[in-house]
């Protein structure tokens, strides 16, 4: 039988369940209770989502009056309000090839033909003009939706993707200030940095929203979003630029005296020596900040902008879906978790392929 079991699971396996859940009769009646309690949770959440779930909407809400699992018919009958928020109903196809682009860039970014900072900037640049083209419009005979009817998940990747367009510059341009050998310079970036690392997100969006406008002459604010993403790009970029400085600051004197010694100039020292070795020591906490950034687009809801969550607040907050709020959740969460997932994953093969922490 042990050497069934063995074959079965594994010989490590069997060894840490005679250390552990097995190593005395406490144990295995914690471990069993355990399992229990996972099981008759798992079972209850299965029962919940699937089982007695309601899936279409045929009736309206009145499909799930009665019904004791999920209302996933609010899905059905609300998508359009979640994924695309106030954008015009007849135009919403727009959005949809806008995100089929970005997903295309995605993922031709995870090709290492385009693994040169100027290749990654070209196709970023091109894929974001593709879906801000199609989102705003007045281009190709496309008629022009303002940024005010922008929402949805559209407006939460396009929010996202200009501030790491924006950001990632700005923090690279900090780091390599903040290690400057002149002092003035130095300590300018320094201030610069902690000034906006000390203020929470919120107060810079505030500020951008609200306070600009009484600051500049009138007409030369500019659009609220714009000011928004803008803010958005320097909070990114001050935390970012840190992150790159530690990966430069990790990178060997001798590489910097080696690219010295050859006569390399400052601009060919930083773009083909020290910043592709920084990212490499970097890139762990690039992507935690990549991940912070998506889910803090959430907070320009408190400007009035309606970005993924505030869309699914609209959508079951008329009369007929309000019971349905838990449902619209789950599905916003999924949405969060699918991207967050990807990026991280992403991030581990890269760190894999690049040998992080191991050159």
């Not at 594994?10 to 229990?36: M, Q, T």
């Not at 500019?222 to 790159?244: H, N, W």
């Not at 609209?314 to 789950?330: L, M, S």
Request: proline share 3%; charged share 15%.
């Amino acid at each position: 039988m042990t050497t069934i079991v063995e074959q079965a699971f594994g010989r490590r396996f069997i060894n840490r369940l005679r250390d552990r859940p097995l190593a005395s009769l406490l144990n295995v009646a914690i471990s069993l209770a355990g399992i229990a309690l996972i099981a008759w949770i798992a079972w209850g959440l299965f029962s919940w989502g699937v089982v007695n779930a309601v899936w279409t909407s045929d009736t309206g809400a009145e499909a799930c009056r009665g019904a004791t699992g999920a209302c996933w018919a609010v899905i059905e009958a609300r998508w359009r309000v979640i994924l695309f928020g106030l954008y015009p109903y007849d135009e919403q196809w727009r959005s949809v090839l806008g995100g089929i682009a970005i997903v295309i860039v995605s993922i031709l970014s995870c090709l290492p033909v385009f693994w040169t900072a100027r290749r990654l900037a070209g196709l970023w640049l091109v894929g974001f003009a593709i879906f801000y083209g199609l989102m705003r419009g007045g281009v190709f005979g496309l008629s022009v939706v303002p940024e005010a009817s922008w929402g949805g998940l559209s407006l939460t990747i396009f929010i996202f993707v200009a501030t790491v367009l924006l950001g990632m510059p700005m923090a690279i341009m900090l780091a390599l200030l903040r290690r400057s050998s002149m002092p003035v310079i130095s300590s300018a970036a320094a201030l610069v940095i902690d000034s906006v690392r000390s203020l929470p997100l919120l107060s810079i969006l505030f500020t951008a929203a609200v306070i600009v406008p009484f600051l500049v002459p009138q007409g030369m604010s500019g659009d609220k979003l714009y000011r928004v993403i803008a803010g958005c790009a320097i909070f990114f970029a001050a935390y970012q630029a840190e992150v790159i400085r530690s990966g430069m600051q990790a990178v060997g004197r001798g590489q910097e005296e080696a690219a010295t010694a050859l006569g390399l100039s400052y601009r060919h020292h930083v773009g083909y020596i020290l910043m592709p070795q920084a990212f490499r020591y970097a890139l762990p906490p690039t992507i935690s900040q990549i991940v912070i950034a998506f889910k803090e687009t959430s907070l320009v809801v408190i400007v009035g902008f309606f970005e993924l969550m505030a869309s699914a607040n609209a959508a079951y907050g008329t009369g007929e879906w309000r019971f349905a709020y838990v449902e619209v959740y789950v599905f916003v969460a999924i949405l969060y978790f699918v991207f967050i997932f990807s990026l991280s994953r992403y991030g581990a093969y890269l760190e894999r392929n690049m040998r992080v922490g191991k050159i």
